[in-house]
């Protein structure tokens, strides 16, 4: 018998029950490794960008023609996120930047920890001199990215012309993040029952303030807005 | 459907509560988790107790989620509408039925604004 309750469970040992009040974020590790990332960003002197949105709405070749555009003026670095693969970094290699490819294995999203050791890697790729600007390209999804700082200083949320104009209303924890919504793939508008108003519209309830783009990376329409978007937020 | 890594990381931070405040089990969790949050309570539960038996000083743990009603600040009237949040028992009637369009309370408006409710909090912990 145990002698400090007399049960009969030898290791059963009942200590005095504590309530804690803890009251603290469920993600308080994500939340300070993204702290970490930020002031990690800005010692290598640059702005960060994180894309997100579904699969295929364009997020790579917005990077790529952004690339094109902007690599003899900026110092421009990527991370990329997916499940499997290293398509995307070597899509973006190709430009002529350096890209680090993570992989989740599985994971819908990136989170700060990941982000972490994929900074490290684009450091040493850009052997000291730095970079003005990262994108980080999050895992297609318009779901659980949302969740999830990564130490970014901008959050982007792309949303293509044949997804449909109901995404806002549909997924409002990702548009309500964002400090930027770019409507890809607008040379596509005569083909798609997609109303610009809806988008407006929905976005705007969420958050009345949201910054709204409309671009196509293949007819170049709207790239200027984004690029010079891009010149504001430098550190120059 | 990033419920899992949520779970995960909360049994992460009781582990580290207990081991902190010497104690050998965690009997009771209590979560808020924000109405815009995109986190959904019976998935969250899911993960948790598939993943708390893992550890002996967490396999007993009950979670207790709370979820307040969601703000919506209404661009008509500019009024503060709370609007119940449906309870997991309520869903599949709301599935049936339609769910109804949110309006705004005082003046009828449906351009309602959320607010907020995008926290995940650990509130309290029970140990012994």
Redesign the interface.
């Known amino acids: 018998m145990c002698d400090t309750c007399g049960c009969q469970l030898h290791e059963h040992h009942h200590h005095d029950p504590k309530v804690v009040e803890v009251n603290q974020s469920l993600l308080a590790a994500n939340v300070q490794q993204a702290m970490s990332n930020r002031q990690h960003i800005e010692k290598m002197g640059a702005v960060a960008i994180n894309l997100i949105s579904s699969p295929g709405s364009g997020k790579t070749t917005l990077l790529e023609r952004t690339i094109e555009a902007m690599r003899d003026t900026v110092r421009i670095g990527v991370i990329e996120g997916d499940i499997e693969t290293e398509r995307d970094a070597e899509r973006i290699r190709a430009k002529g930047v350096p890209a680090v490819q993570l992989t989740t294995g599985g994971a819908c999203h990136l989170d700060a920890p990941l982000v972490h050791g994929g900074l490290h890697v684009l450091e040493h790729f850009a052997k000291g001199a730095g970079y003005d600007l990262i994108f980080i390209e999050n895992v297609g999804n318009l779901v659980c990215p949302a969740t999830f700082d990564l130490g970014e200083h901008i959050r982007v949320v792309l949303l293509s012309v044949p997804e449909g104009s109901d995404k806002p209303a549909k997924y409002p924890a990702t548009f309500k993040g964002a400090d930027l919504v770019l409507l890809t793939k607008v040379d596509l508008l005569p083909y798609f029952d997609f109303s610009m108003e809806e988008v407006r519209k929905e976005a705007g309830l969420l958050k009345p303030d949201l910054e709204l783009m409309a671009l196509s990376a293949t007819s170049g329409e709207g790239f200027d807005a984004w690029l010079s978007f891009l010149d504001r937020r430098l550190n120059r | ?2 419920e899992l ?2 779970a995960q ?2 049994l ?2 009781l582990l580290e ?1 207990a081991g902190k ?1 010497q ?2 089990r965690v ?1 009771r969790v209590v ?1 808020t988790l924000g109405p ?4 959904v309570q019976d998935s969250f539960a899911f993960g948790f107790n598939i993943l708390k038996a893992e550890r002996p000083a967490t396999r007993d743990a009950v979670l207790d989620m709370e979820t307040p009603d969601p703000e919506y600040i209404c ?1 008509e009237c500019n009024k503060v509408a709370l609007i119940p949040f449906p309870r997991q028992s309520e869903r599949l009637d709301l599935a049936r039925h339609g769910l109804a369009a949110r309006k705004c309370p005082w003046c009828g408006s449906n ?4 607010q907020g409710g ?11």
């Open positions: 459907m990033h890594s949520l990381s909360l992460e931070q509560l405040h104690a050998a009997t979560v815009f949050s995109g986190i661009l351009r309602l604004s959320p995008t926290e995940l909090i650990l509130n309290q912990v029970e140990m012994e």
